[in-house]
T-cell receptor
Framework: GESVGLHLPTLSVQEGDNSIINCAYSNSASDYFIWYKQESGKGPQFIIDIRSNMDKRQGQRVTVLLNKTVKHLSLQIAATQPGDSAVYFCAENIQGDYKLSFGAGTTVTVRA | DAGVIQSPRHEVTEMGQEVTLRCKPISGHDYLFWYRQTMMRGLELLIYFNNNVPIDDSGMPEDRFSAKMPNASFSTLKIQPSEPRDSAVYFC???????????FGPGTRLLVL
């Protein structure tokens, strides 16, 4: 039968490999970006953020890259582990706005 | 810091009953947000508060939904009467400043039979 609901992009990664999760944003006025991780049965958790005056920011095993020219954001996870299996959301904020706009999310599955 | 606290974690009720979801934001955070998450629609913003005042409730689906924030450490989301289509996970989030990172609670999983 026909499936309904959001069709989230999926990424299957071998344990130990690096993961790259992509996000396109639509508003050129967005100046603050956040990556969230949501594990099954839990709320979204903050991973890393970046402001529009930066192109790259690194955390522990994670790196966020921002390309404002093509309005693209990516999250790189080094040496992916089983605990990285989750849905990853990007969120953007337009300067001066109260709200964050969330993407649909990418499901990451780590293969042992 | 305990993070954002939500209760109950799970709620099963019958159609027509009143449901009240509760949230305690992170201390010192002036912004509080209520979201609903479903497979069909993803994460939807319902309403948000600044300094206990509702700023934008345009995401509230209909009059059956109401939210209050009587003080800086407590907010409620009420559904009366509840319907099966209200079944979803409801998240509360808080933020220390306008447009900044929002920190989410564990959510309340609501099932309306």
């Amino acid at each position: 039968g026909e499936s309904v609901g959001l069709h989230l992009p999926t990424l299957s990664v071998q344990e130990g490999d690096n993961s790259i999760i992509n996000c396109a944003y639509s508003n050129s006025a967005s100046d603050y970006f956040i990556w969230y991780k949501q594990e099954s049965g839990k709320g979204p958790q903050f991973i890393i953020d970046i402001r529009s005056n930066m192109d790259k920011r690194q955390g522990q095993r994670v790196t966020v890259l921002l390309n404002k020219t093509v309005k693209h954001l990516s999250l790189q996870i080094a040496a992916t582990q089983p605990g990285d299996s989750a849905v990853y959301f990007c969120a953007e904020n337009i300067q001066g706005d109260y709200k964050l706009s969330f993407g649909a999310g990418t499901t990451v599955t780590v293969r042992a | 810091d305990a993070g954002v606290i939500q209760s109950p974690r799970h709620e099963v009720t019958e159609m027509g009953q009143e449901v009240t979801l509760r949230c305690k934001p992170i201390s010192g955070h002036d912004y509080l947000f209520w979201y609903r998450q479903t497979m069909m629609r993803g994460l939807e913003l319902l309403i948000y508060f600044n300094n206990n005042v509702p700023i934008d409730d345009s995401g509230m689906p209909e009059d059956r939904f109401s939210a209050k924030m009587p003080n800086a450490s407590f907010s409620t989301l009420k559904i009366q009467p509840s319907e099966p289509r209200d079944s979803a996970v409801y998240f509360c989030a808080s933020s220390w400043a306008r447009g900044e990172t929002q920190y989410f609670g564990p959510g309340t999983r609501l099932l309306v039979l």
